[in-house]
C-alpha cells in the first residue's frame, strides 16, 4: 500500500463532500488526509486526498469518484512533479530557559512564530508533510500542547491548470 | 402558466412519458395527490412503501422504461429503502419521489422527518433534496435523465412540502446539463478490434451475458455473435432471457447454482467475452479459481465494474449494443466442433442426471416449474422471490422472452416477487405474469394480495410452500451439521388467504394435481393464487460450497 495523492474538482452543492465521505467508508477506502476548498472556478471546489492503496485499489477510488454526479474531474498526481504543501499551527510549552531553543529550531524551519504567551509559543509551518513531520518531532519533548494540520494540498507544475480541460 | 409545486412534478412526470406511480399517500405528500387526478397517470396505491419501490423497480424491469414510486416523509421514505437498495444493486432505472417536512420544519426533528437523502446516498445514483420551488422542475427531469441512460439506477427526489405548495412561473427546462456526468456509449475502436483478433484466435471461447446486454436492448447482436462465430453464452442469473434458453448454443446459468456443464465450460474456456456482467461472487466464487485458462474481455458501461472484483485483460468501456455492432463485422464465421462437443458430452452426463429425468411421485419444486413453463409455452414474465424458489424457477424455467425473468439478484431481496410482479403487470396488462416464490417470502409482502384485487390484475401466483425458509436449511443441513435453526416456518392457509382477499385461491398436495391446478389458474379470468405443497427438505443442486471453485461441485446424489 503506498500514499496516492487525488485531486478531485467538484460542483459546490450542499451534501457533495458528505457523497465523498460516505463513498471512501462504504468502500473501504483509507483517507490519509483530505482538504477542500474554493478552486479558481465559481461554484467549482477543489479537493486534495491522500489515499492508502495498491494500484488496483487506486484506481478504484478514482472510477467511483467519477461516478459522483457532482464530481468533475478526478487526477492522480502522484507520479507527476507538483508542488505540496500542508500547514500546521503547533502551540509548544515554552519557558525562559527553552524559549530561545525552540525559536531556533523555529528558524531552521522557516516557520513563524505567530503567538507568544507566558508559557506557550504557536508556531505556524508550512511545507512538504515529512518536513511538518520533523519539526514535531524535535518540538515532541517541549511538550506540544495543541496541533492542527490541515493535510496535504497538491498543485502539478508547469503552467497548464487543473481545471483547463473542464474548461474545453 | 403558474402552478404549484405539485402540479410542476406530475406536469413534469407526463413529460417524460410515466404512465404509472406506485405509492402511498401522507401528510408531506398530500398536496402531490390532491393534484394529481388533473393529469393522466394512473396511481396504484400499494399497502407498503417496500412494495411500491419493487412494484416500480418490476415495472422498469419489465418494461425498459424508468419506474416511479412515491411516499410521504419519515416511516414512508424509510419504508422504501429496501426497494430502492434492490434497484441500485440491480441497476434498474427509478425514480422515487418522496415528501420531506417544510423547509422551516428541516433540521428540527419535526414529526416524520427523516434525513432521506443521507440515508439512500449510498444505494441511490444520484438524490437532491428540493428546497426551493424554482429548482424543482430542472431537478426532476435531471433525476429521469440520471435514472435511464450510462448503467441506469435509482434516483430520489426528496420535496419538501411548502415547495410542493408554493407557486411559480413554469416554463419547461432546458436540456439537462451536467457537467460531472458523462457516459461513454461508444467503445474503442482500436480496443473492439483486438477483441475481434482474440474471438477469431480463441478455440474454447464462451460469452458470459450479464444484466448489461437486457438493459442495453443488445439481445439480437449477442444472438449474432454467438451464431456467427459458434460461440456459446452462459449467463449470470439476472442475464437469463439475453438468449432463448432452448437455443442450442445457449448454456444457462452459471455459478453457485449453475448448471454443471456450464461451470465447467467456465472453467476450461480459453477466451471469456464478459458483456454487462459485474462478476457478482455468486457466479465467481473464489475470483483467483474462477476462469483459469481464460484471456477475459470485459464490455462494460460502467468502468468501475472493470477490475473491480475479476481480472481483465482487455477493457471495453461502453454500451454492448454499440460494442457488439462494431465488433461483429470483424469477427470470422467459424466454429468450433470440438468444443461444442466436449459442453454437449457435459450436457448429457448432467441430464443423467436431473431430478426431472427420476422416476418419482413426490410433489417436487423442481416439477412445478417445469409444468408452468410448458402450460405458458415459456412466454410469460415470470418474476421470482429470492431463495430455493429463485434458483428452481432459474434453473427450469427455460426463459425464451426477452426480458422474460425479473428477480432481485444483488441483494436478494425476500419479499420482491409479489410487488414486482404487481408492477411488471402494470406495465404489460394483456401478458401474462407469473410471481413465483416461497412460502417465507411471500409472508414478507402478502398484503400486497389487496392491491392486485384493487387493480383487477389477472396475475398469476404460484406459492411453493416448503414451511421451512428453505435456502438457509438447505445450507444448515449441509453445513452446519443440520441443525435447523430459525428455519421452520408456519405458514397460513394460502389458498384461503388468498380467498379472502377476493383471489381464486387453489392447493395441491399432489403431483398429478400439479398440471390441472396450473391449467385452472391459466384459465381464471383474474388473479389466482396456487398453494403448491412441495417436498419439504429439497436441495437446490448442483451447489458449489462457499470459498470452493465453481467446478467443484456438489451434486445431486445418483439414484441407487
Known amino acids: ?168 | 402558466m403558474k402552478l404549484n409545486g405539485a402540479r410542476i412534478v406530475w406536469e413534469s412526470l407526463v413529460r417524460e412519458g410515466v404512465e404509472v406511480v406506485f405509492g402511498i399517500s401522507g401528510g408531506t405528500v398530500i398536496h402531490l395527490y390532491h393534484a394529481l387526478p388533473e393529469y393522466p397517470i394512473h396511481h396504484v396505491l400499494m399497502r407498503h412503501e417496500q412494495a411500491a419501490a419493487h412494484a416500480a423497480d418490476g415495472y422498469a424491469r419489465a418494461t425498459g422504461t424508468v419506474g416511479v414510486c412515491m411516499a410521504t416523509s419519515g416511516p414512508g421514505a424509510t419504508n422504501l429503502v429496501t426497494g430502492i437498495a434492490t434497484a441500485y444493486m440491480d441497476s434498474s432505472p427509478m425514480v422515487a419521489i418522496t415528501g420531506q417536512v417544510a423547509t422551516p420544519f428541516i433540521g428540527k426533528d419535526a414529526f416524520q422527518e427523516v434525513d432521506i437523502t443521507g440515508i439512500t446516498l449510498p444505494i441511490t445514483k444520484h438524490n437532491y433534496l428540493v428546497t426551493d420551488i424554482n429548482e424543482l422542475a430542472m431537478t426532476i427531469k435531471e433525476a429521469f435523465y440520471i435514472a435511464r441512460t450510462g448503467r441506469p439506477g435509482p434516483v430520489l427526489i426528496d420535496i419538501a412540502k411548502d415547495v410542493q405548495a408554493a407557486e411559480v412561473e413554469y416554463e419547461e427546462p432546458s436540456d439537462v446539463s451536467l457537467p460531472g456526468y458523462q457516459t461513454v456509449l461508444v467503445g474503442n475502436p482500436r480496443q473492439i478490434k483486438q477483441a475481434a483478433h482474440l474471438v477469431n484466435r480463441a478455440e474454447n471461447p464462451l460469452i458470459l451475458a450479464g444484466h448489461g446486454v437486457i438493459l442495453a436492448g443488445a439481445e439480437a447482436e449477442l444472438r449474432q455473435l454467438a451464431e456467427k462465430a459458434q460461440i456459446p453464452v452462459v449467463t449470470t442469473l439476472l442475464g437469463i432471457s439475453t438468449l432463448p434458453e432452448t437455443h442450442p448454443l445457449c448454456l444457462g446459468m452459471g455459478g453457485m447454482h449453475g448448471e454443471a456443464y456450464a461451470n465447467k465450460a467456465l472453467q476450461q474456456a480459453d477466451l471469456i467475452i464478459a458483456l454487462g456482467s459485474r462478476f457478482d461472487d455468486r457466479l465467481t466464487g473464489p475470483v483467483n479459481t474462477f476462469l483459469p485458462r481464460a484471456k477475459i474481455i470485459h464490455v462494460d458501461i460502467d468502468p468501475a465494474e472493470i477490475g473491480k472484483n475479476m481480472r481483465c485483460d482487455l477493457p471495453i468501456v461502453g454500451d454492448v449494443g454499440n460494442v457488439l455492432q462494431a465488433l461483429l463485422p470483424m469477427v470470422e464465421a467459424t466454429s468450433h466442433p470440438d468444443w461444442l462437443e466436449q459442453i454437449n458430452e457435459w450436457r448429457r452426463e448432467s441430464a443423467s442426471r436431473d431430478i426431472l429425468s427420476q422416476e418419482t411421485d413426490e410433489l417436487i419444486p423442481q416439477y412445478v416449474v417445469r409444468q408452468i413453463w410448458h402450460a405458458t409455452d415459456g412466454q410469460a414474465i415470470m418474476v421470482s422471490d429470492v431463495g430455493q424458489n429463485q434458483m428452481w424457477e432459474a434453473q427450469y424455467f427455460l426463459h425464451n422472452r426477452p426480458r422474460g425473468l425479473l428477480s432481485s439478484g444483488g441483494l436478494g431481496t425476500m419479499g420482491f416477487a409479489l410487488p414486482a410482479a404487481i408492477g411488471a403487470q402494470m406495465g404489460h396488462p394483456n401478458q401474462m405474469v407469473w410471481a413465483t416464490v416461497g412460502d417465507g417470502g411471500l409472508q414478507m409482502t402478502i398484503q400486497e394480495l389487496a392491491t392486485v384485487i384493487q387493480e383487477k390484475l389477472p396475475l398469476k401466483i404460484a406459492v411453493l410452500n416448503n414451511g421451512y425458509l428453505g435456502m438457509v436449511r438447505q445450507w444448515q443441513q449441509i453445513f452446519f451439521e443440520g441443525r435447523y435453526s430459525g428455519t421452520p416456518l408456519l405458514g397460513p392457509d394460502f389458498a384461503k388467504v388468498a380467498e379472502a382477499y377476493g383471489i381464486s385461491g387453489l392447493k395441491v398436495t399432489e403431483k398429478a394435481q400439479v398440471v390441472p391446478a396450473i391449467e385452472q389458474a391459466i384459465e381464471i379470468d383474474g388473479p389466482a393464487l396456487i398453494d403448491f405443497r412441495i417436498v419439504q427438505e429439497e436441495n437446490v443442486y448442483p451447489m458449489v460450497a462457499p470459498g470452493t471453485a465453481i467446478h467443484e461441485m456438489i451434486r445431486r446424489p445418483q439414484p441407487t
Not at chain 1, 500500500?1 to 474538482?9: F, G, Q, S, V
Open chain 1, 1 to 168: 500500500m503506498t500514499k496516492h495523492t487525488l485531486i478531485a474538482l467538484m460542483e459546490d452543492k450542499p451534501g457533495v463532500l458528505n457523497r465523498v465521505a460516505s463513498l471512501f467508508r462504504r468502500r473501504s477506502f483509507n483517507i490519509a488526509s483530505l482538504t477542500v476548498g474554493h478552486s479558481e472556478t465559481p461554484g467549482i471546489s477543489r479537493m486534495t486526498v491522500v489515499v492508502d492503496a495498491d494500484g488496483a485499489g487506486i484506481e478504484q477510488v478514482e472510477k467511483q469518484l467519477y461516478k459522483l454526479v457532482n464530481i468533475t474531474k478526478v487526477s492522480d498526481v502522484s507520479h507527476e512533479p507538483t508542488v505540496v504543501r500542508e500547514l500546521a499551527l503547533i502551540k509548544v510549552h515554552a519557558t525562559a530557559p527553552t524559549r530561545a531553543e525552540i525559536m531556533q529550531l523555529v528558524d531552521i524551519f522557516r516557520a513563524k512564530v505567530v503567538d507568544v504567551a507566558a508559557e506557550s509559543l504557536t508556531i505556524e509551518i508550512t511545507g512538504p508533510e515529512d518536513k511538518v513531520d520533523s519539526l514535531v518531532q524535535l518540538l515532541r519533548p517541549f511538550g506540544i500542547k495543541e496541533l492542527v494540520r490541515t493535510g496535504r494540498v497538491a498543485m502539478v507544475r508547469g503552467s497548464n491548470g487543473q481545471a483547463t480541460q473542464l474548461a474545453n
